[in-house]
C-alpha cells in the first residue's frame, strides 16, 4: 500500500547547530503534510504542516519543505536545543479520507551539548 | 489541562482477558481517532468517530476490538481476549474544526503477559 518513510533512523546534532530531517512519500494523492514531535512516554505533538499547493511554510525555529516533484518533505530546525531531542514522525493525508494519517517510521533526533 | 486526555497510562494484563481504555478528547473537538503505535514505528489508524457516529475502521481492528463515543464525548476502547500481539501503545487524537489537524494524548501503554 502506500506509505511514508524517512531516509534517516538517528540523527544526531551538536547544539546550537541547524538540523535537517527527511522524509519521502509515494502516495502521489497526499495533499496534506504534518510533521509531529514524539517524546518518550508521550504521545506525538504536532509541529508544523504544509498542504500540496505550498513549497514551503516556517514557524518558530521550523520550516517544512514539500518537494512533490520528486514527493520529499523535510523539516528543518534552526539552533537545535537539547529539547528538540526526539522521534519525528512524518505523516500525510488525503483530502477526503476522513484525515486519517499515515506515519511513517521516524527519525529519533539526539542533540549532543 | 485542556489537552486530550486517555486513562489508565499503563495496563500490564494476562493473555485472554478483557482491557478498556478511555480518551476524553478536547472538549469542542467532534472527531476522535484511535490509533495503535508499536516500538519504533509510527502509529497506525484504528477508528475514528464525527460526533458519536464510528464512520470508518481500519481491517487492524479485528472483532476482538470494540470502540465506543456514547455522546459524542469521551470515548472507550475495548479489547476482548487480549493477545500478546496487541501489546502496543494506544493513542487518542482529536480534531476540530481542521479535520486533519490532530491533537494526540500520551497514550496507553498496553502490555500482555
Known amino acids: 500500500g502506500e506509505s511514508v518513510g524517512l531516509h534517516l533512523p538517528t540523527l544526531s546534532v551538536q547544539e546550537g547547530d541547524n538540523s535537517i530531517i527527511n522524509c519521502a512519500y509515494s502516495?502521489?494523492?497526499?495533499?496534506?503534510f504534518i510533521w509531529y514531535k514524539q517524546e518518550s512516554g508521550k504521545g506525538p505533538q504536532f509541529i508544523i504542516d504544509?498542504?500540496?499547493?505550498?513549497d514551503k511554510r516556517q514557524g518558530q525555529r521550523v520550516t517544512v519543505l514539500l518537494n512533490k516533484t520528486v514527493k520529499h518533505l523535510s523539516l528543518q530546525i534552526a539552533a537545535t536545543q537539547p529539547g528538540d531531542s526526539a522521534v519525528y514522525f512524518c505523516?500525510?493525508?488525503?483530502?477526503?479520507?476522513?484525515?486519517?494519517?499515515?506515519f511513517g517510521t521516524g527519525t529519533r533526533l539526539q542533540v549532543t551539548l | 489541562d485542556t489537552g486530550v486526555s486517555q486513562d489508565p497510562r499503563h495496563k500490564i494484563t494476562k493473555r485472554g482477558q478483557n482491557v478498556t481504555f478511555r480518551c476524553d478528547p478536547i472538549?469542542?473537538?467532534?472527531?476522535l481517532y484511535w490509533y495503535r503505535q508499536t516500538l519504533g514505528q509510527g502509529p497506525e489508524f484504528l477508528t475514528y468517530?464525527?460526533?458519536?457516529?464510528?464512520?470508518?475502521k481500519s481491517r487492524l481492528l479485528s472483532d476482538r476490538f470494540s470502540a465506543e463515543r456514547p455522546k459524542g464525548s469521551f470515548s472507550t476502547l475495548e479489547i476482548q481476549r487480549t493477545e500478546q500481539g496487541d501489546s502496543a501503545m494506544y493513542l487518542c487524537?482529536?480534531?476540530?474544526?481542521?479535520?486533519?489537524?490532530?491533537?494526540f494524548g500520551s497514550g496507553t501503554q498496553l502490555s500482555v503477559l
Open positions: 468517530f464525527q460526533n458519536e457516529a464510528q464512520l470508518e
Open positions: 502516495n502521489s494523492a497526499s495533499d496534506y
Open positions: 487524537a482529536s480534531s476540530f474544526p481542521r479535520p486533519e489537524k490532530l491533537f
Open positions: 472538549s469542542e473537538h467532534n472527531r
Open positions: 504544509i498542504r500540496s499547493n505550498m
Open positions: 505523516a500525510e493525508t488525503t483530502s477526503g479520507t476522513a484525515s486519517k494519517l499515515t
